[in-house]
């Protein structure tokens, strides 16, 4: 699974396009792919807000953290976790039932777990560049946030 450059196939690694086999991704634990995961969530959270003309500097800062904390995360799969097709479903439990050894001071156990599995689900469809359905799964997510 390690991606290094090979000289007799010219592979240079990508880190921004990994190029990993459908059994390499699925070797990958949970929250390996919650953490990569969480990376492009705050990645995306980051360029919506400054994409949509939202606030400066502290402001900014402040609103990204709004996004992706746990308590959004979680409320956010919970309202979309319908729209999921069943592969996508079980990355998502996967995810949420992964054993943590501690949860942030301030995000409830069940909250948590819940971005943990959206995170998890969020880092393999990257893995998978399903970036149609990242983009197509944080719209309705954006949509959701902005009509409450």
């Known amino acids: 699974m390690r991606m290094t450059e090979n000289t007799t196939t010219n592979y240079k690694a990508d880190y921004m396009e990994p190029a990993l086999a459908d ?8 929250l390996g792919l919650a953490h990569i995961g969480d990376a492009v969530y705050e990645l995306m959270a980051r360029t919506w807000l400054v994409t949509h003309g939202k606030l400066t500097s502290r402001g900014l800062h402040n609103a990204t953290v709004e996004i992706v904390r746990a308590q959004a995360q979680a409320q956010a799969v919970r309202g979309l976790f319908e729209k999921l097709s069943e592969e996508e479903q079980t990355v998502y439990r996967r995810g949420r039932n992964t054993r943590t050894h501690s949860v942030p001071r301030g995000a ?6 819940a971005a943990t599995g ?12 399903r970036r149609d359905r990242i983009n197509e799964l944080f719209e309705m997510i954006m949509e959701a946030a902005d009509a409450s």
């Open 108 to 113: 409830q156990s069940d909250d948590y777990h």
């Open 118 to 129: 959206l995170e998890a689900l969020i880092g393999w469809l990257y893995l998978k560049h």
């Open 23 to 30: 059994d390499n991704i699925n070797e990958i634990s949970s």
